[in-house]
């Protein structure tokens, strides 16, 4: 409670550093938002909670780092993870997802939670279990007698983070293949009834969202560090997110994944690091609970 | 009754052994151990393997244990712990019970270490550790363990004496000195913490900032506002690998400038050749140096572990102290079987209990509560690339550069 008191006076103290925390944490936010709404995309439209996606993240980070090692910019990792993560997602998705797809909640869960472990454990077998951070070699811009720091690689992150959301939403929303997707989100047998192949399309948007992944994982391996075992984190974050949201409501992901970051930042500086991430599943509950009260609420209207 | 059948089957299975003998007629000695290869701890599991192996070869190589004018050799029979507390339990009782190891080697990490020794004391079998430097590990009234490094809460206590010194020395009272410091929450972390909480009280410094890091957060970017914010004289980071290396990033990213910042874990997260320019003046409390005076007839000094280890496992740039202290682990098992001339644990109990030993890791002497209680901590700053210790002064291979000042 003292330290709670302290942190908030520094806060009133020196106000530009309110400033500061908001600026990383919407430049951080664009991140999460990206792979919150490719959660989200293949929850809506699969009904597959994906519970490797923190996984897929952790995948395309070290294909960036890769890069790094063998003296080629990181940056480029961004293009590279998205193509060959689009390749692992495909692969994935005809030999474990395809076959759970139509069952229920839980084999959904149990398969891809499968997947998370093989791929930390393949991480681990190829990379090593070392953290490992790439490089960008980018400057660092300083304001308010350094109080504010904006690191390059966090904004290239952002712009990056943004471009990639844009596309994927004009995609969603002009594309033959993004029609389809959205059609089969809303009732896959009207869709096929239609012309459209279901198969294909979970096909895609799997991979899509896998190739999501990886360019956010190429992101954070900029930003911040990977390590096999850290993609649960980033799994659990999402998932807030997106519950958040609610899961048919992607501008409202978009709109949380910045709230998450920001969140996140004042949380880390009022309570202190260690509650950092105790904050977000506390706010999982919260969300959750307010949740089963809106319905609640909802279910007696239509009684 | 099943438990007597595998204790027959273990004395069994010994006399069995110089019965079964190697082609040089030499016998076998079966260390165990639960050693991380997977999990947050994977990384010094590495280290600690390969260290314990090294060791063991060069050990074997020189003729291994001589008990009653017979030669033994050392093998080591390894589980992956998957840095998990109750599977490393799980896997020494496996490795006693059906294995029938008598003699066991320690994991990678206090947590890990806290978790194997209640089952190894109630199976009475000895352990000797080299990687667990949590204090509480050595107040439980343990009497089968045997830990040979300097525990955790001694990590950054000079740091805290030098920087009162440096202090005085530029006519500042040191109780005003600003102290920011984040730790990890666990065992290993929260002792070093301890330290330097003891320590501090002595100078009557109260701590500006005194915050924990979950292990799996990798983003400190709060706290590091907070530090400069608040213009702290010295920053203490201590959080594994991990910690270390979002420390280095992050402080990269935000342009910290503290004059006194010290690091823990600095070699396992490879701060110098991945972030070079944010860990130059960083300073790294170690148990090990190479440029330590202290050496072997084994392994010769320090150096010539260094260069004779490096040769052997090509992949490491720099030799973590976390493998030297492990081949030191070797060492004192063979030093305990050849005064015990017995391969009964009662008697080899003992004889570790009676260590006495100077290695090319420094002096090990075991006091009775298990633990090397001379064994201190040298801290090295990070100049040029270069790990140069600079405390205390009287070891010190380098002057220390004060305030530090990073190029960023």
């Not at chain 1, 904004?155 to 033959?176: H, P, Q």
């Not at chain 2, 107040?139 to 206590?157: D, M, N, P, R, V």
């Given at each position: 409670?003292?330290?709670?008191?302290?942190?908030?006076?520094?806060?009133?103290?020196?106000?530009?550093?309110?400033?500061?925390?908001?600026?990383?944490?919407?430049?951080?936010?664009?991140?999460?938002?990206?792979?919150?709404?490719?959660?989200?995309?293949?929850?809506?439209?699969?009904?597959?909670?994906?519970?490797?996606?923190?996984?897929?993240?952790?995948?395309?980070?070290?294909?960036?780092?890769?890069?790094?090692?063998?003296?080629?910019?990181?940056?480029?990792?961004?293009?590279?993870?998205?193509?060959?993560?689009?390749?692992?997602?495909?692969?994935?998705?005809?030999?474990?997802?395809?076959?759970?797809?139509?069952?229920?909640?839980?084999?959904?869960?149990?398969?891809?939670?499968?997947?998370?472990?093989?791929?930390?454990?393949?991480?681990?077998?190829?990379?090593?279990?070392?953290?490992?951070?790439?490089?960008?070699?980018?400057?660092?811009?300083?304001?308010?007698?350094?109080?504010?720091?904006?690191?390059?690689?966090?904004?290239?992150?952002?712009?990056?983070?943004?471009?990639?959301?844009?596309?994927?939403?004009?995609?969603?929303?002009?594309?033959?293949?993004?029609?389809?997707?959205?059609?089969?989100?809303?009732?896959?047998?009207?869709?096929?009834?239609?012309?459209?192949?279901?198969?294909?399309?979970?096909?895609?948007?799997?991979?899509?969202?896998?190739?999501?992944?990886?360019?956010?994982?190429?992101?954070?391996?900029?930003?911040?560090?990977?390590?096999?075992?850290?993609?649960?984190?980033?799994?659990?974050?999402?998932?807030?997110?997106?519950?958040?949201?609610?899961?048919?409501?992607?501008?409202?992901?978009?709109?949380?994944?910045?709230?998450?970051?920001?969140?996140?930042?004042?949380?880390?500086?009022?309570?202190?690091?260690?509650?950092?991430?105790?904050?977000?599943?506390?706010?999982?509950?919260?969300?959750?609970?307010?949740?089963?009260?809106?319905?609640?609420?909802?279910?007696?209207?239509?009684? | 009754?099943?438990?007597?059948?595998?204790?027959?089957?273990?004395?069994?299975?010994?006399?069995?052994?110089?019965?079964?003998?190697?082609?040089?007629?030499?016998?076998?000695i079966?260390l165990g151990a639960a050693v991380s290869?997977?999990?947050?701890y994977?990384?010094n599991g590495?280290n600690t393997r390969d260290g314990y192996d090294f060791a063991v070869?060069k050990i074997?190589?020189e003729?291994?244990v001589?008990?009653?004018?017979?030669?033994?050799?050392f093998?080591v029979?390894?589980?992956?712990?998957?840095?998990?507390p109750?599977?490393a339990?799980?896997?020494v009782?496996?490795?006693?019970?059906?294995?029938?190891?008598q003699f066991m080697l320690g994991p990678y990490g206090s947590p890990l270490t806290k978790a194997i020794l209640p089952v190894t004391e109630?199976?009475k079998t000895p352990v000797v550790q080299a990687e667990a430097a949590s204090r509480s590990l050595f107040t439980q009234g343990y009497k089968y363990h045997f830990g040979i490094i300097a525990t955790s809460e001694k990590y950054l206590t000079p740091l805290i004496d030098m920087?009162?010194?440096?202090?005085?020395?530029?006519?500042?009272?040191?109780?005003?000195?600003?102290?920011?410091?984040?730790?990890?929450?666990d065992v290993f972390s929260m002792d070093v913490r301890q330290g330097v909480m003891d320590e501090?009280?002595?100078?009557?410094?109260?701590?500006?900032?005194?915050?924990?890091?979950?292990?799996?957060?990798?983003?400190?970017?709060?706290?590091?506002?907070?530090?400069?914010?608040?213009?702290?004289?010295?920053?203490?980071?201590s959080?594994h690998?991990?910690?270390?290396?979002?420390?280095?990033?992050?402080?990269?990213?935000?342009?910290?400038?503290?004059?006194?910042?010290a690091?823990t874990h600095c070699e396992s997260?490879?701060?110098?050749?991945?972030?070079?320019?944010?860990?130059?003046?960083?300073i790294c409390p170690t148990q090990w140096d190479e440029t330590m005076k202290a050496s072997d007839k084994t392994f010769g000094t320090a150096m010539d572990f260094n260069?004779?280890f490096?040769?052997?496992?090509?992949?490491?740039?720099?030799v973590p102290y976390n493998v030297a202290q492990a081949a030191a682990a070797i060492i004192v098992w063979r030093d305990a079987f050849n005064r015990a001339q017995s391969?009964?644990q009662e008697k080899v109990r003992e004889a570790l209990t009676g260590t006495d030993l100077k290695t090319f890791y420094g002096g090990i002497k075991i006091a009775p509560d298990g633990s090397n209680p001379g064994k201190d901590v040298v801290l090295r700053?990070?100049?040029?690339?270069?790990y140069?210790v600079?405390w205390p002064e009287d070891v010190a291979?380098?002057?220390?550069?004060?305030?530090?000042?990073?190029?960023?």
């Amino acid at each position: 409670m003292q330290h709670l008191i302290e942190n908030i006076t520094i806060l009133t103290a020196a106000p530009v550093i309110n400033l500061g925390l908001l600026i990383d944490g919407i430049l951080i936010g664009a991140i999460f938002a990206l792979a919150a709404y490719g959660l989200a995309l293949v929850w809506g439209v699969m009904n597959v909670k994906n519970l490797a996606q923190g996984d897929f993240i952790m995948t395309g980070g070290y294909i960036a780092w890769s890069l790094g090692r063998h003296g080629i910019q990181p940056l480029f990792g961004v293009p590279l993870a998205f193509v060959l993560l689009w390749g692992i997602g495909y692969v994935i998705y005809y030999l474990v997802v395809r076959k759970v797809i139509t069952r229920d909640l839980f084999t959904s869960l149990l398969a891809t939670f499968g997947i998370a472990i093989c791929l930390q454990q393949t991480l681990n077998l190829i990379f090593g279990p070392d953290t490992q951070s790439a490089q960008a070699d980018l400057p660092t811009w300083q304001f308010a007698d350094g109080l504010i720091s904006i690191a390059a690689t966090r904004l290239i992150g952002f712009a990056l983070a943004v471009i990639l959301a844009i596309a994927v939403v004009l995609f969603m929303k002009n594309s033959r293949m993004g029609q389809a997707i959205r059609a089969t989100a809303q009732d896959a047998r009207a869709a096929r009834v239609l012309g459209i192949e279901p198969e294909k399309v979970y096909a895609f948007t799997f991979s899509l969202n896998a190739a999501i992944c990886g360019a956010v994982g190429a992101l954070v391996v900029l930003v911040w560090n990977v390590q096999p075992f850290l993609g649960t984190t980033y799994s659990i974050r999402l998932f807030v997110i997106v519950t958040a949201a609610g899961v048919g409501n992607l501008p409202g992901v978009i709109a949380a994944g910045f709230g998450m970051g920001v969140f996140e930042q004042f949380g880390g500086f009022l309570f202190g690091a260690e509650f950092q991430q105790a904050l977000i599943v506390i706010l999982l509950l919260g969300v959750l609970t307010f949740r089963i009260l809106q319905l609640r609420r909802f279910r007696q209207a239509v009684q | 009754m099943l438990k007597r059948a595998g204790l027959l089957a273990a004395a069994l299975s010994l006399c069995a052994a110089p019965i079964a003998a190697h082609a040089e007629d030499c016998g076998t000695i079966q260390l165990g151990a639960a050693v991380s290869m997977t999990g947050i701890y994977a990384a010094n599991g590495h280290n600690t393997r390969d260290g314990y192996d090294f060791a063991v070869k060069k050990i074997n190589s020189e003729g291994g244990v001589t008990i009653d004018g017979k030669c033994y050799k050392f093998e080591v029979k390894y589980y992956d712990d998957e840095s998990n507390p109750a599977r490393a339990a799980q896997l020494v009782e496996r490795l006693i019970d059906q294995d029938k190891i008598q003699f066991m080697l320690g994991p990678y990490g206090s947590p890990l270490t806290k978790a194997i020794l209640p089952v190894t004391e109630k199976y009475k079998t000895p352990v000797v550790q080299a990687e667990a430097a949590s204090r509480s590990l050595f107040t439980q009234g343990y009497k089968y363990h045997f830990g040979i490094i300097a525990t955790s809460e001694k990590y950054l206590t000079p740091l805290i004496d030098m920087a009162a010194q440096l202090a005085k020395k530029d006519g500042k009272d040191p109780s005003k000195l600003k102290i920011a410091m984040i730790y990890q929450d666990d065992v290993f972390s929260m002792d070093v913490r301890q330290g330097v909480m003891d320590e501090v009280k002595k100078y009557n410094i109260t701590p500006i900032l005194d915050d924990r890091m979950p292990k799996d957060l990798n983003d400190i970017t709060g706290f590091l506002t907070k530090v400069k914010a608040l213009k702290a004289d010295v920053l203490i980071v201590s959080g594994h690998e991990k910690g270390a290396a979002t420390a280095a990033r992050q402080m990269g990213d935000m342009r910290v400038q503290v004059p006194i910042i010290a690091v823990t874990h600095c070699e396992s997260a490879k701060i110098v050749s991945d972030f070079p320019k944010a860990s130059e003046g960083m300073i790294c409390p170690t148990q090990w140096d190479e440029t330590m005076k202290a050496s072997d007839k084994t392994f010769g000094t320090a150096m010539d572990f260094n260069n004779e280890f490096k040769a052997a496992y090509p992949e490491y740039k720099v030799v973590p102290y976390n493998v030297a202290q492990a081949a030191a682990a070797i060492i004192v098992w063979r030093d305990a079987f050849n005064r015990a001339q017995s391969l009964d644990q009662e008697k080899v109990r003992e004889a570790l209990t009676g260590t006495d030993l100077k290695t090319f890791y420094g002096g090990i002497k075991i006091a009775p509560d298990g633990s090397n209680p001379g064994k201190d901590v040298v801290l090295r700053q990070i100049q040029g690339g270069q790990y140069k210790v600079v405390w205390p002064e009287d070891v010190a291979a380098a002057q220390l550069e004060y305030p530090r000042s990073a190029q960023y």
